[in-house]
């Protein structure tokens, strides 16, 4: 996953994205009850609270009782355990990849309790203006990082660039790729220099994180992340929160205001440079591609 202030998006996005939490009183959310006129306060920890969309979000939270302490971590390692620990209600900065892995490697069960955006990893060329273009034997340039590497595989997958042995994973590789079946040659090269090797490849797989340092913007990409692909489920952003709390109704309406705000929706877009797809998969589709990312991760890494 690039898990950039985009991906985590993703990817994740994620952006795949510090400061901790203080516990308050009697859990992280000091929730009210019995007092109508009361509201609830919840704790939710993201990665860039200085994007303005989030002060647009705890107005629109607001307007329906709900006060929101937005939490802010510059580290996307701190964000699951404070939440784990209690020191938050919910976090918001990471895609199912990404908590599929901190649930595995530390024993939790964190849940998606609703989606946000995928942030599509993008095929960018300077030499053909389509996928279609792209020759017979022509190489194309990924990430050699495991999650992007895999990632930028299904976008390639996706394209009919190439074709994966069983359908490829998340933890697909170069051995992977069905050489007699595939169209392209793959090479990998770290994440930043993909930009640079457009000259001498046909094309490359570019985190968005490098687009605009490369001068293209999101709309010069060839190919990209089919949010309709069960391969693409994977990385779509998401909510979290712990199991206990999947079904807190006041959790539930914050991701609605979230996906039914347009000024919100509107904001998440011009932060992302116009990247961001948005989506409302079904809570039960999250958690089922959770559950098998996770089985996909235990075994991987047993």
């Given at each position: 996953m690039s898990?950039?202030?985009k991906?985590?998006?993703?990817?994740?996005?994620?952006?795949?994205?510090?400061?901790?939490?203080?516990?308050?009183?009697?859990g992280?959310?000091?929730?009210?009850?019995g007092?109508?006129?009361s509201?609830?306060t919840?704790?939710?920890g993201?990665?860039g609270?200085?994007?303005?969309?989030w002060?647009?979000?705890?107005?629109?939270?607001?307007?329906?009782g709900i006060?929101v302490?937005?939490?802010d971590?510059?580290?996307?390692?701190?964000?699951n355990p404070?939440?784990?620990?209690?020191e938050?209600?919910?976090?918001?900065?990471?895609?199912?990849v990404?908590l599929?892995q901190?649930?595995v490697?530390?024993g939790?069960d964190?849940?998606?309790?609703g989606?946000?955006?995928?942030?599509?990893l993008?095929?960018y060329?300077?030499?053909?203006?389509?996928?279609d273009?792209?020759?017979?034997?022509?190489t194309?340039?990924i990430?050699?990082?495991?999650?992007?590497?895999?990632?930028?595989?299904l976008?390639?997958q996706?394209?009919?660039?190439?074709?994966?042995?069983d359908g490829g994973?998340?933890?697909?590789?170069?051995?992977?790729?069905?050489?007699?079946?595939?169209?392209?040659k793959?090479?990998?090269?770290?994440?930043?220099?993909?930009p640079?090797s457009?000259?001498?490849?046909?094309?490359a797989?570019i985190n968005?994180?490098?687009?605009?340092?490369?001068?293209?913007?999101?709309e010069?990409?060839?190919a990209q992340?089919d949010?309709?692909?069960?391969n693409?489920?994977?990385?779509?952003?998401?909510?979290?929160?712990?199991?206990e709390?999947?079904?807190?109704?006041?959790?539930?309406?914050?991701?609605?205001?979230?996906?039914?705000?347009q000024?919100?929706?509107?904001?998440?877009?011009?932060a992302?440079g116009?990247?961001?797809?948005?989506?409302?998969t079904?809570?039960?589709d999250?958690?089922?591609?959770?559950?098998?990312?996770?089985?996909d991760?235990?075994a991987?890494?047993?």
């Open positions: 898990i950039s202030k991906l985590l998006a993703a990817t994740v996005a994620v952006p795949l994205i510090a400061l901790l939490a203080g516990c308050a009183s009697g992280a959310g000091s929730t009210a009850s007092d109508s006129g509201t609830e919840v704790k939710i993201v990665v609270a200085s994007d303005p969309y002060e647009t979000y705890k107005e629109a939270a607001d307007e329906e006060t302490d937005i939490v971590f510059t580290d996307y390692a701190q964000p404070a939440l784990t620990e209690g938050l209600d919910l976090n918001q900065f990471q895609h199912i990404y599929a901190y649930n490697s530390s939790e964190l849940t998606p309790i989606s946000t955006a995928i942030y599509p993008g095929l060329s300077t030499k053909y203006d389509s996928v273009e792209i020759q017979e034997g022509d194309v340039a990430p050699n990082d495991e999650s992007n590497l895999a990632r930028g595989l976008v390639l996706s394209a009919g660039l190439v074709e994966l042995k994973s998340i933890f697909a590789t170069l051995d992977d790729i069905d050489e007699a079946k595939s169209k392209v793959v090479t990998t090269l770290e994440a930043s220099l993909t640079t457009l000259p001498d490849v046909a094309a797989i968005n994180d490098f687009v605009e340092d490369a001068g293209l913007t999101a010069d990409a060839i992340d949010p309709s692909d069960p693409a489920l994977p990385y779509v952003n998401i909510f979290a929160a712990k199991a709390d999947a079904d807190n109704p006041t959790y539930l309406k914050l991701v609605e205001i979230y996906q039914n705000t000024a919100v929706l509107d904001g998440v877009q011009e992302s116009g990247t961001a797809v948005f989506l409302k079904p809570v039960a999250l958690q089922d591609s959770l559950t098998k990312v996770e089985e991760t235990a991987h890494s047993g």
